[in-house]
């Protein structure tokens, strides 16, 4: 059972920026890593992820505002910039292992843009 711990999120005035990170408890065979978010009402959509191959793939409405940063094969970071208040969700980080079709999911962090 892989685990996934999530840190960072909170309340951010728009135009802020906020950081989420997550690390997984598995070090290989992950075939991708990333984040999704859920807003009240919505579906849960793909915020930004990154491949085995390293090819990272951004939501339409947070390119040229996030970006994903991978510094280790287990631990993605998101930074967050130019925040809007449609950005409020909740955000997940999810990974998926190679030569498997189980997605993991962490547990949620709470990101608020608000003035």
């Known amino acids: 059972q892989v685990q996934l711990v999530e840190s960072g999120g909170g309340l951010a005035r728009p135009g802020g920026s906020l950081r989420l990170s997550c690390t997984a408890s598995?070090?290989?065979?992950?075939?991708?890593m990333g984040w999704y978010r859920q807003a009240p009402g919505k579906e849960r959509e793909l915020v930004a992820q990154v491949s085995r191959g390293g090819r990272i793939t951004y939501g339409d409405s947070v390119r040229d505002r996030f970006t994903l940063i991978w510094p280790a094969k287990n631990t993605v970071a998101l930074q967050m910039n130019s925040l809007k208040v449609e950005d409020t969700a909740v955000y997940y980080c999810k990974l998926k292992m190679a030569f498997s079709s189980t997605n993991y999911w962490g547990q949620g962090t709470q990101v608020t843009v608000s003035s």
């Open positions: 598995e070090r290989s065979g992950i075939d991708h």
